[in-house]
């Protein structure tokens, strides 16, 4: 039994020394948790950035082009009458049969343009139409142009029948030019009763049709409408001496400048232009009095930019551009507007070219007011067949690409 009891003893003790002797060689477990990779064989690659090419689109500019024979009428009127006046004189025009001329002119596709753009070439109007440009001699009479108390051209007038059409139909324009004799034929009053026109007084201690006239001028300068020189009291040129021709000229201009200061309205002065219509229609007799009209300067310092001719009737005659051999900025010819004479013009509206527009390139777009590039551009497009020799505006510059060459237009 000891015996049994022995190796039972010694097993015990065998037990002990093993587990105390495995203890010493345990290493504690990791307090962190491990991070595995994840295998490289099922990794998933990152999305490539893709940089788009860039791509160049063309810039283009729209031009305005005149093609043909560039020639257009110019209307002359004088006094507008009421609608039941009878035996009017041939230089009066009813209302109702001015609003008649100018929705026939606007059906056959006509578009009004400026004098000054006319004589300079810069004229342009909506594709499809045809320019033709409109005078009044005898300016500021208040049937051609009285503005009412709300600020507008009254209705019984020829330029608020003028501005009225125009507000219906954008498309035809609005533009007018006035040829003022200072010295007489100036009222833009007569609408009023000569007793309010003469006692009623205004601030300056002024008949109150000197109000009425500074206001008709300063409208007509803020819209569009632009005054000219036709001599102080209407002379004949051919027996005016030409002192007093010299006289005549000056003496309207400063008249005209007087109504302007005294309403605190010198910042107009500097659009006056320099252009004279002969009173009716006669040229001074002599060569010195012909000198005294092309040499005479305004107040300003500018040169005479045309003188205007007139015919009654019997002469009509489409006048020529200043893109045209035949074209005399010291002789421009007009028509005495007539039922007649709106018909001559459609008769003829063939003769006169309708505006085009050309898409001009392709051009780099920084380039696009350049005028040599837009030279260069105009050039490849006519060679291209993309648009046609003639003459270009491009935003107000100007361009005579006819014979084969392109250059930049100089009046």
């Not at 860039?54 to 009458?81: C, K, M, Q, R, S």
């Not at 109504?259 to 232009?273: H, M, S």
């Amino acid at each position: 039994m000891f015996s049994k009891n022995r190796n039972s003893i010694v097993a015990i003790l065998l037990l002990t020394l093993l587990i105390s002797g495995c203890a010493k060689n345990i290493v504690p477990a990791a307090t962190t948790t491990p991070t595995f990779a994840a295998p490289t064989d099922t990794a998933v690659p990152p999305t490539p950035t893709v940089t788009p090419t860039a791509t160049d689109v063309p810039y283009y500019v729209d031009a305005t082009v005149w093609t043909g024979e560039i020639n257009a009428p110019i209307l002359i009127y004088h006094y507008f009458g009421r609608d039941n006046e009878e035996d009017i004189p041939t230089t009066w025009t009813r209302f109702k049969d001015f609003e008649k001329h100018l929705q026939q002119l606007y059906d056959n596709g006509f578009s009004l343009v400026p004098l000054s753009s006319w004589l300079d070439g810069t004229f342009i109007v909506p594709e499809g139409r045809k320019p033709f440009v409109l005078t009044i001699d005898d300016f500021w009479r208040s049937d051609q142009i009285y503005v009412d108390d709300d600020g507008t051209p009254s209705p019984y007038s020829g330029i608020g029948i003028l501005w009225r059409f125009s507000q219906e139909h954008p498309d035809f324009g609005f533009a007018a030019s006035g040829f003022s004799n200072m010295g007489d034929k100036f009222f833009s009053d007569t609408l009023l009763p000569a007793e309010q026109r003469y006692i009623r007084v205004s601030a300056d201690n002024s008949p109150i049709w000197r109000d009425r006239l500074s206001a008709a001028m300063v409208w007509a300068l803020e819209n569009g409408i632009t005054p000219y020189n036709h001599l102080f009291t209407h002379p004949k040129l051919d027996i005016t001496m030409p002192q007093d021709i010299q006289y005549q000229l000056a003496e309207n201009d400063r008249v005209t400048r007087f109504y302007l200061t005294r309403v605190g309205r010198e910042d107009l002065i500097p659009t006056l232009g320099n252009i004279i219509a002969l009173p009716f229609g006669i040229w001074p007799a002599t060569p010195s009095g012909v000198q005294v009209l092309k040499n005479y300067k305004n107040p300003e310092g500018l040169p005479v930019a045309a003188i205007m001719e007139a015919y009654n009737l019997d002469a009509a005659t489409l006048t020529p551009s200043v893109f045209s051999e035949d074209f005399d900025r010291f002789k421009i010819n007009r028509i005495t507007a007539s039922d007649s004479m709106i018909q001559f013009i459609i008769d003829h509206k063939e003769e006169i070219p309708s505006a085009l527009t050309c898409r001009v390139g392709p051009i780099e777009e920084e380039k696009a007011n350049d005028q040599q590039a837009l030279r260069a551009a105009i050039a490849a497009s006519i060679t291209s067949g993309n648009c046609p020799e003639g003459v270009y505006n491009i935003n107000g510059v100007v361009f005579d690409a006819r014979g084969g060459t392109v250059e930049i237009f100089q009046p």
